[in-house]
């Protein structure tokens, strides 16, 4: 009856999630600590356009808001995306 | 007694059911007259600092962050330190009581300074959670240990994880006190409108509502019931599956539900707020619980206070909590098909649905409350102090 196989392959930890952690642990978790591109590719030692694609897919599920400060748009991890990030650790 | 609580989750701050044991058990010690005080880490939009009937919550924040999930804890330990003088300044604790190995540091460190007792409780372990596949595994599971080791007393929350921390940590039994969860009745005694509350999940009047509960990690087993969705609606065509909560196999289990042509039926909703949780479980048919992995499983216990049939794999905790065909139906771990003929079972028969709901309901309200779970906890200080 079932589609699926016996043996479930177990899933990867998705880029942009292990993305979205780093940006959590980092400390952006609210609008007053939002960080830019330029920041987030200092401490994920990541490209910005690696980054751009990250930000871009996280901001469209709603764990990532984005704020403009002084011409340069801030990115820092929503809510849902904190209790998304807080359950792989708990 | 003056106690302190230290623990990374509390209120609003919710991921698995640790931050629900501590507010449940800070409220209920709090009510004994006792002086208590949470230290936790901080959340978006909740007050550092902030009292909550009856005791004070303490609330850290990390100034300094790292990519790293590791450093960032033992840096998060270092505030946490902070914030635990902070408080001490105010009260002079007889003890400090740390949840899980993710404040061991902290509670170690302030047990060895201030020279008061550690008490720690396990809500599970990293063997238990993940397996030790890697160096962090590793690392994980050497911390469990040690907060194990350098504590007086350990409490865990079923016979299931004392077997499991004994055999793993090798640890004396004498050392380790069973006390099992608790749940707060008193919020299911609402009235709802059933009818709108499942209609604003998409389920109508005639269909079968089956609801999961709980993170969307592997050891959850959600993966199981989705693939139990095809035997189940065959039987039930009127069925729809709401499953609640977030994680990161999220993405994963949308593709899984996504191969199969039942995907119309399946609403993921992700986190809800407390009190729709509660309206959605009062109004569901059937909750299922398919873990691989339980301590405790307080979902089942939520299931039950709020008078729905719970099934459940027979794993861990889980099989001390609900009694087969008595308050549950218990199905086997890891099998699509024992999970599906749990859900026939129940939704089949009427009489023996609601034969399990009123002794579920009976068994919550008279053996799983917070201020049993407080006294219990209580006995275990006093023992630790010299008291009991």
């Known amino acids: ?90 | 007694m003056r106690i302190c609580l230290l623990s990374w989750e509390f209120p609003p701050r919710i991921v698995g059911g640790i931050s629900r044991h501590v507010f449940g058990l800070a409220k209920s010690l709090a009510k004994m007259k006792n002086e208590v005080v949470v230290v936790t880490l901080d959340f978006p939009g909740v007050p550092d600092y902030e009292e909550i009937e009856d005791f004070k919550v303490y609330r850290s924040r990390t100034e300094v962050g790292h990519p790293n999930f590791l450093t960032w804890a033992f840096l998060f330990n270092h505030f946490l330190e902070k914030e635990l003088a902070k408080a001490h300044k105010d009260v002079d604790f007889d003890l400090i009581h740390i949840h899980d190995w993710l404040v061991a540091p902290a509670g170690v460190s302030f047990q060895h300074l201030m020279n008061k007792p550690l008490i720690c409780t396990m809500h599970s372990t990293e063997h238990g959670r993940s397996g030790l596949h890697n160096p962090d595994s590793y690392m994980i599971d050497g911390m469990e240990w040690w907060a194990c080791y350098e504590s007086s007393k350990v409490i865990v929350t079923s016979q299931s994880m004392k077997g499991e921390i004994c055999g793993h940590f090798n640890l004396s039994g004498e050392k380790v006190d069973v006390i099992a969860n608790g749940v707060d009745s008193e919020k299911y005694d609402i009235n709802i409108d059933r009818r709108d509350v499942r209609r604003s999940f998409g389920v109508k009047d005639h269909e079968k509502l089956i609801l999961f509960v709980g993170r969307l990690v592997p050891q959850k087993g959600v993966e199981y019931l989705i693939q139990a969705i095809p035997r189940i609606s065959g039987r039930f065509p009127e069925a729809k599956f709401i499953i609640v909560g977030e994680g990161w196999m999220r993405s994963h289990l949308e593709w899984l539900a996504d191969q199969s042509d039942q995907r119309w039926r399946i609403n993921f909703t992700g986190f809800i707020s407390d009190n729709d949780l509660i309206a959605l479980t009062k109004s569901a048919d059937v909750m299922v619980i398919p873990s691989v992995y339980e301590p405790f499983g307080i979902v089942a216990l939520e299931g039950m206070a709020a008078g729905v049939p719970v099934v459940a794999s027979q794993v861990g905790g889980l099989a001390e909590v609900i009694e087969h065909n008595k308050t549950g139906v218990y199905a086997y771990s890891r099998n699509p098909d024992s999970i599906g003929w749990g859900v026939e079972r129940v939704l089949s028969d009427p009489g023996y649905r609601d034969w399990l709901v009123k002794n579920g309901y009976e068994k919550v309200r008279t053996q799983f409350s917070w201020t049993a779970v407080a006294e219990h906890t209580m006995d275990v200080y006093k023992r630790v102090l010299g008291e009991g």
């Open chain 1, 1 to 90: 009856m079932s589609r699926y196989p016996s043996v479930m392959p177990r899933p990867e930890l998705p880029e942009e999630f292990q993305f979205l952690c780093m940006l959590h642990n980092v400390g952006a978790i609210s609008p007053e600590r939002a960080l830019n591109i330029s920041e987030i590719s200092k401490w994920t030692n990541k490209e910005s356009s690696a980054i751009k694609n990250y930000l871009g897919r996280l901001h469209e599920l709603g764990y990532v808001h984005s704020s403009k400060k002084n011409e340069s748009e801030k990115y820092h991890v929503s809510i849902t995306g904190i209790r998304k990030v807080l359950t792989l650790y708990s």
